[in-house]
């Protein structure tokens, strides 16, 4: 048998396009240093004219078409719930069957204690094989004992060849797989490393055809590269059902589960988690922790009342408005370097909505440093953040803080508008439950029916809502 042949071909990590040669700038999709160099066999002349067969899915018995109405399924049926009550929130309700979840995060942010701890749950009614190709059972023994995992019906697996993980699973016929990680794990007949964008590529679209055909639920653990991205090509999102991340800066114990992608559920979907010396631990109320350590008295702060997913969520808002220093001793400050700093918010956002409250508020910031920030590590993308950041602006620029007890919300036009933000009433509710007091909102979500304790103030242009904002 002659032997292959191998060749070296760069593949662009954002889309998958590869290329002959290196190329600081992707054809395909325009990215630029995404090209990384990957080794490959040449395939084979096939002998007739005729394609050869694309590979069928594991476990499928026909290719007979099958009408849609015609298939049954039930919501409690096809999906486990994995008894972590944060996750499965996240995850819509539990884990669907045969589905794919890729959970990712920064190294030592909790990503492998919370997949031992979904095993704690799950095996109690159900059959669990963990693979982990960075810890042998003897260290996975022993986290297991800490966090004080239940390992009944627990089986763990250290081993990193795919074909081999595929045996172990034909064997054992589990009804849950935990992969850590899928950076470790390769294709004896792949020619490049573990790791790399064909290998990553690869054995996810293997475990993609084990849980479709078999009906197993498969959790993937990814690694993320320097950018904060799942380390391999951008097509492994787009492959899996589910794409978790973990937020939240690892110097606090608090952990944040995002939902980014989501076939069966929300997107955006927001789980908090507290770090304990047992593990992570769901936290029901996270509005209340991220406004522990708030004060209505203090100029440049404000509450946001925000939406993650289906959750409406209480924000603390906090922006500080200085003077530019110059970058030497008796020398003006270059013009155009002005410093626009956003923790947990859009800053080409920010920089819009500054030029707004310039032209509709009388109010510049042109010889001025901006600093803003999300406190509790909360990445806010939606819209209906800009009242809340201008009203903490504006409260540190006249140095005066806004009135006591007080929530805002909505999104500002260009044009100085105040325009409506989705589900208000709940955002609402959950002021009034939390013991706030008066709320400044769009016209358009003013609830047509008072709600107990809130006092609303329905705007419809900025310089308004700042006026009643601040006292």
Known sequence: MPKEKLKTIYVCTQCGETSPRWLGRCPSCGAWNTMTEDVVAEPAKAS???????????????????????ISTTEEKSRIVTGISELDRVLGGGAVKGSLV??????????????????????????????SGEES?????????????????????????????LECVSEEAPDILIVDSIQTLYNEELD??????????????????????????????????????????????HMVDCVLYFEGDQ????????????????????????????????????????????????????????????RPLLV????????????????????????????????????????????????GCFDQDVFVNAVGGVKISE?????????????????????????????????????PAPRGQERLREAAKLGFAKAVIPRANAPRTPVEGLEVIAVDRLSDALAAAVE
């Open 48 to 70: 007739s004219g005729k394609a050869a067969a694309a590979p069928r899915v594991t476990g499928q018995t026909s290719l007979v078409p099958q009408k849609l109405k015609s």
């Open 102 to 131: 890729l959970v990712g995060g920064a190294p030592g942010i909790g990503k492998s204690t919370l997949m031992l701890q979904i095993c704690s749950q799950l095996c109690r009614f159900a059959k669990v094989l963990y693979v």
């Open 137 to 165: 059972p003897h260290q996975l023994k022993m986290r297991a004992e800490r966090l004080k995992v239940a390992s009944g019906n627990l089986y763990v697996l250290s081993e990193t060849c795919l074909g081999d993980v």
């Open 192 to 237: 490049s490393p573990a790791g790399s964008v064909s290998q990553v590529k690869d054995c996810t679209m293997t475990l993609m055809q084990l849980a479709k055909g078999q009906g197993i639920t498969v959790f993937v653990i990814g690694h993320v590269n320097k950018e904060g991205s799942i380390a391999g090509p951008k097509v492994l999102e």
């Open 251 to 310: 110097h606090s114990n608090f952990r944040l589960v995002r939902a980014f992608k989501n076939r069966f559920g929300a997107v955006n979907e927001l789980g908090v988690f507290a770090m304990t010396d047992h593990g992570l631990r769901g936290v029901t109320n996270p509005s209340a922790i991220f406004l522990s350590e708030y004060k209505s008295d203090i100029p440049g702060s404000s509450v946001l009342v925000t939406q993650e997913g289906t």
């Open 316 to 363: 603390e808002i906090q922006a500080l408005v200085d003077a530019t220093h110059p970058p030497a001793p008796r020398r003006p400050a270059p013009r155009g370097r002005l410093t626009r700093l956003a923790l947990g918010v859009d800053s080409q956002r920010l920089a819009m909505l500054l030029a707004v409250l310039h032209r509709h508020a009388g109010v």
């Open 383 to 419: 819209p209906a953040a800009d009242l809340a950041l201008l009203c903490a602006i504006y409260s540190s620029i006249r140095n005066k803080p806004l009135r006591r007890g007080l929530v805002v919300f909505g999104e500002v036009g260009l044009a100085g508008e105040i325009r």
